[in-house]
């Protein structure tokens, strides 16, 4: 499983982006698509998870109602909307994915793949 992550940029505070994650390679039905972010000085975090053969998803509270997760399974691609972007939120966002869907998806830990990072700013 290979992924590209693009869409970062520079905006300013209350504007939005769209990330992009194109998945290539064998995609198991249990696989589960995350988004983490990791800010400069900062540990990797999740922001928002989403079972590919389902309709769970999952947000880190301090996106919660601004970010939306959503996939398109025949282009294999996962997509996050980020609305209401604050300086906060600037980072490196990083897609992965975990092959097991039994682990907790917030966890980093819990994936096996991950794409390259996409540098999202947000100034104010």
């Known amino acids: 499983v290979q992924l590209q992550a693009s869409g970062g940029g520079l905006v300013q505070a209350g504007g939005s982006l769209r990330l992009s994650c194109r998945i290539s390679g064998r995609i198991l039905n249990r696989i589960v698509m995350g988004w983490f972010r990791q800010a400069p000085g900062k540990e990797r975090e999740f922001a928002a998870g989403i079972g590919w053969n389902s309709y769970f998803t999952s947000y880190a509270d301090s996106v919660k109602g601004r970010f939306t997760i959503s996939k398109d399974n025949r282009a294999n691609t996962v997509y996050l909307q980020m609305n209401g972007l604050k300086p906060e939120d600037t980072a490196v966002y990083y897609c992965?994915?975990?092959?097991?869907?039994?682990?907790?998806?917030?966890?980093?830990?819990?994936?096996?793949?991950w794409g390259q990072g996409t540098l999202v700013t947000v100034s104010s």
């Open positions: 992965a994915a975990e092959t097991d869907s039994r682990l907790p998806i917030t966890r980093r830990e819990s994936y096996d793949y």
